[in-house]
Structure formats: C-alpha cells, structure tokens
C-alpha cells in the first residue's frame, strides 16, 4: 500500500475515532451546558423580580391578585412565577433573627399550572420582602418564598439543538481536516511520488537513472535523493568496471585458447603420437572447448550490456521459436520430448536483434529439454497481456526448481545442484545470457516453478510505445 494511501487511512480512522468520541462525550457536557444555562436564566430571572419588587414594593403584585399570593406564567406553561408567603412559625427560630437568612435551591419537580402538571425545574428563593419600597429595612417584612419555574421540554429542546449543533460541528470538522489532510500529505509526498516514478520505476540499470536534482525544500527528501543518486553513480561506476573487464580479459583469453586449438589439432597430425597421448590431447581439447565457449559467452554478455548491438528489426517470435525448434529437434527427439506451439496471436516484436532472439529462445528451450524427463512435454505459450504487451511462456516438465534456487538463477557463474536424482547439476552462463538479452529488448524473464511438477520462463514484453 502507498505511503500516501497509509497516511490518508490513518488521518481518516482518527478523524472517525474523534467523532464516535465526540459521540459519546458531546450529549453528558451539553446537558451539563444546557442545564447551567437555564438555571443562570433562572437566577437572572430571579434577580430582575427583586429588583422589581424592590423598587415598586411586593405590594404591587399581591395587588395584582388581590390576594396574599402571585403567580403567572405564559401562555404555553412552560415558565411559571409565584410568590407565596410563609406562615410565621417558618420563619425561623424566636429572637433578633426572626425573619433568618435567605435561600435559594434549584431543582427538579412536577407541578400544577392551570390544571395541567409539567416537569419543571425550578429556582426556589426564601427570604423576607417588604410590602412597599418604605418598608425594604423594616422588622416587620415577612418571608416570602419565590418560584420560578422553567419547563424541562425547554431544557431538553435546548439540549437536542446544542447537541445537533456539536455533533454536525465536529463531524464538518472532521470531514474538512480529512481532507486538508489529505491535500497536504498529498502536496508534502509529491517529491517522493516523483522519485519513484521519475528515477527508480523501470529503472534495469543504472545507466537508466536520472541524476536530475528533485526540486524540494524537504531535507529529508533531499537527502534520499542525494543518497540514491550517490549509490547510482557508484552502481554505474561498478558496472563500466565490470563490463571493461569481461570484454578485456574476453578479448585476451580467446586469443591464447585459439592459439591453443590450433597447436593440439597439428600436435593430432603427427602419425607418430602416441595412443594415449593422443587420448590426452583429444580430452584437453574439450576443456579447451568448454574454455572457449564460456569467453565468447561473456565477450556477449558484455557486448549486449555496452549496447554494441542494433535493435533496428521487427521480429516474429512465431518464426523464431519454429526457427530454434527445427534447430534443436535431434536432441528433443533423441529424448522423445514432445513439443507443443502456441502463438495466438503472432507477436512481432519493435525495434528488436534477430540473433539475440534467437540466442534468447534457445537457451530456454535448450534447457527445457536439458532438464526435462524422458517421453516428457514441453510447450511454448504466447498471449497479449491486458496492458498491451505480450507473455511467452516456456514450460517443461522437468523436477523443479526448489524455491529457495529460483533468486539465484539469473546470477552469472552461480552453481547449485537441480532438484531430483537424475537433473542435470548447476546452471551455467545460459539464464545470464538469456536476462541479459530480454534486458536488451525492454522485457523481463522470470522463473515460476513447482518442485516435481516443471518449470516455467516467462518473458514479458512491454506495449509499444
């Protein structure tokens, strides 16, 4: 998964985790909120009534009811106001502080207003009122106590707007962050996306990578680039050294095992060698032989990696893979091998070497019937792939490859022993040569293989472009 898609799911599931939190926590504190609000309503309320009541008097509202008593409440019941006088002996205990001290409460209750009983919560106020404004410092004012009562339907409804109102906040928050988020990390990856689309995608060696400075303020990016480009250019360096190598020392040898070749097919000539001499020579020959094939194989290697070769035809592997079976179809017939073809359709491949094709093929079905069993199969496959390009496949029937070889198949020089009793041990300088070609060609070769049930190479070759 990509790094961007990994910060993006992240940023997402913690913006999540903070709205189920919110969830949980959003509804206590706004009823929490909510219930403060209305009791400091409550108290508000209350102050305005004293204030009132000590500027005109409390006898103004009980003359309103002409009663010792006062209550109103608005149309809808949902706050209540009453004003009631308490008996005497409520008043407090007998002395100088006969009227006592006064007290508030808030709390929650059912009442009666105009015949109908409401759930209210309610600000109770208990202390001595003067009956006119004349009379405010007076003995003589009695105790009072003071109602005033807020709906609890208020107060929730109050509570569901708050809490639709918090939830609808953080989740627009949420969602607007995921998506600033998401821009940025987007924006801040953006020389990362570079790097490995520009530099490092498709990247077969390091000749193919681009030195170019990415043009960031990032200094961890920065750094990444200058460390990839410091790696590359001692890549590259590696590889120049290496191909100089192989094509001096191939260049060297050949010369000296030519010269060798020669002086053992005179030294045959002489009728008076001797037998066992002449045994000698004839096996020193085929180590010279062996000797010969492995320098023209890696004077090849290096001449195809130097790029000395021309990719100015357009091949048929149709024709080139009948060309490499007619070629090789004594030794499959020696092993009475069966050979299955099937390229549909035809694929031509652009801008290709006909001889390194060639070579290509004829390693891969060289070593299917090399390493195949007797009276066994072998078959050449060939498809478009859904990206525009096309899939070869050369399967065989041999033992397999064990997993822990596959890795090491490509690798120049290495030996290992096949799986099963009677495979042919090690794989030589064939593979090598092989990748090295599809290398040449813009395609890869890769090795898929089931321990006694065959193996398969299958060389992709890229869309035209």
């Known amino acids: 998964m990509r790094l961007e898609t990994k910060l993006g799911l992240f940023n997402g599931l913690s913006k999540l985790l903070l709205v189920l939190l919110g969830a949980l926590l959003i509804p206590p504190i706004v009823q929490r909120v909510a219930v403060g609000h209305t009791d400091q ?26 009663s010792e008593s006062y209550a109103d409440y608005n149309i809808l019941k949902q706050e209540y106001i009453t004003i009631t006088p308490l008996p005497e002996h409520a008043a407090g205990a007998a002395g ?4 006592g001290q006064p007290t508030e409460r808030i709390f929650e209750e059912r009442r009666q207003v105009d015949k109908e009983v409401e759930d209210f919560r309610i600000l109770s106020y208990v202390a001595p009122l003067a009956p006119t404004p004349a009379a405010a410092g007076g003995v003589a004012a009695r105790r009072y106590r003071l109602e005033i009562g807020s709906s609890l339907a208020t107060v929730e409804l109050l509570t569901d707007t708050l809490r639709r109102l918090a939830l609808w906040v953080l989740v627009a928050g949420a969602l607007i962050t995921v998506f600033t988020d998401a821009a940025f990390a987007h924006y801040l990856l953006r020389p990362l996306r570079e790097l490995i689309s520009r530099k490092l995608r498709g990247i077969r060696q390091p000749g193919e990578f681009s030195f170019a400075r990415l043009d960031t303020d990032t200094t961890d990016f920065r750094r990444l680039d200058d460390s990839l480009s410091a790696l590359m250019r001692q890549l590259q360096t590696s590889f120049e050294k290496e191909r100089e190598f192989m094509s001096n020392v191939s260049h060297e040898l050949l010369t000296p095992t030519s010269i060798l070749q020669s002086r053992f097919e005179n030294m045959l000539q002489d009728p008076t060698l001797p037998e066992p001499h002449a045994q000698q020579i004839v096996e020193s020959q085929r180590t010279l032989y062996r000797l010969r094939n492995t320098v023209r194989t890696l004077l090849l290697i290096a001449n195809i990696e130097n790029e000395q070769y021309l990719r100015d035809a357009s091949v048929s592997l149709t024709q080139t893979v009948h060309d490499v079976a007619e070629e090789l179809d004594d030794r499959r017939q020696q092993r009475e091998i069966d050979l299955h073809v099937d390229l549909s359709p035809d694929y031509s491949v652009p801008r290709a070497n ?8 004829r390693n891969l079905l060289s070593n299917a019937i090399k390493y195949n069993h007797e009276n066994g199969q072998i078959r050449v496959l060939g498809r478009p792939t859904p990206t525009g390009g096309y899939e070869l496949r050369v399967e065989d029937q041999g033992p397999g490859i064990a997993a822990e070889n596959l890795p090491l198949l490509f690798d120049r020089f290495r030996r290992f022993h096949a799986t099963g ?6 794989y030589g300088l064939g593979l090598p040569i092989a990748q090295t070609i599809a290398t040449f060609h813009k395609a890869t070769l890769r090795a898929e293989s089931v321990v006694g049930q065959g193996t398969a190479f299958v060389l992709d070759f890229e869309a035209a472009g």
């Open 41 to 66: 309503r409550l108290r508000d309320k209350k102050e305005e009534l004293l204030h009132l009541i000590n500027r005109d008097g409390l006898a103004a509202f009980l003359r309103a009811e002409k």
């Open 354 to 361: 006909a001889t390194l094709l060639h070579t290509l093929l």
């Open 421 to 426: 009793p009677k495979a042919p041990e090690g």
């Open 96 to 99: 100088a502080d006969r009227v």
